[in-house]
């Protein structure tokens, strides 16, 4: 158990609908990630925050947006889904920036129909 | 900006014999390095990791990789595998400094045979 708290594990939407994804991150980290990994694309880096503030982005559909919270928890939106959206989300987190290591959570498997 | 390639999406080795995974980075400024471990639907666990210091790096359950800065190269090795070894297996690379993703390569999946 890597301390990292992914909500809901599957997810299972029409085309055209919204879905958030809930991330907890390990007690003290400050700093969390989103990834996609999908069979096509691989793991890609979606966005990063830090304390509350966005610090990079990667490879981050318009339609997507996220956010981290006062208490931590940070929160994937994703909007308008399509078929290609269907994947496996990571949220990963650190205990800061200059942290080299990130614990990744169980993910939530995004499955658009 | 940096980027990680490895190299056989696909390694198969029989139980008992020596595993083989390659990553090659690319990196304009000395890299951090990272060996992460996914088992079926499951999330992505730590296996090792390379900052700093000595290049010989060890992990958990019985990997160990070295970093080659003149082959820009991190492989993961360990001497005898096991049946629960059979997982995918991907290297990672991030700068060391201010604020850095994680980039990961595309995976290779271990098989592992009696």
């Known amino acids: 158990d890597s301390g990292v708290t992914q909500t809901p594990k599957h997810l299972i939407t029409a085309t055209g609908q919204r879905v958030t994804l809930r991330c907890s991150p390990r007690s003290g980290d400050l700093s969390v990630y989103w990834y996609q990994q999908s069979l096509d694309q691989g793991l890609q880096f979606l966005i990063q925050?830090?304390?509350?503030?966005?610090?990079a982005k990667g490879n981050i559909l318009e339609r997507f947006s996220a956010q981290q919270f006062p208490d931590l928890h940070s929160e994937l939106n994703l909007s308008s889904l399509e078929l290609g959206d269907s994947a496996l989300y990571f949220c990963?987190?650190?205990?800061?920036?200059?942290?080299?290591?990130?614990?990744f959570g169980q993910g939530t498997r995004l499955t658009v129909v | 900006a940096q980027s990680v390639t490895q190299l056989g999406s696909h390694v198969s080795v029989s139980e008992g014999a020596l595993v083989l995974l390659r990553c090659n980075y690319s990196?304009?400024?000395?890299?951090?390095l990272f060996w992460y471990v996914q088992y079926p639907n499951q999330g992505l666990q730590l296996l090792l990791k390379y900052t700093t210091g000595a290049t010989l790096v060890k992990g958990i359950n019985g990997f160990e990789a070295e970093f080659k800065k003149s082959e820009t190269s991190f492989h993961l090795t360990k001497p005898s595998a096991h049946m629960s070894d059979a997982a995918e297996y991907f290297c990672a690379v991030r700068l060391n400094t201010g604020f850095q993703k994680l980039v990961f390569g595309t995976g290779t999946r271990l098989l592992v045979s009696p």
């Open positions: 990196s304009s400024v000395p890299p951090y």
């Open positions: 925050y830090y304390n509350g503030e966005e610090r």
């Open positions: 990963a987190s650190s205990v800061d920036t200059r942290n080299t290591e990130a614990f």
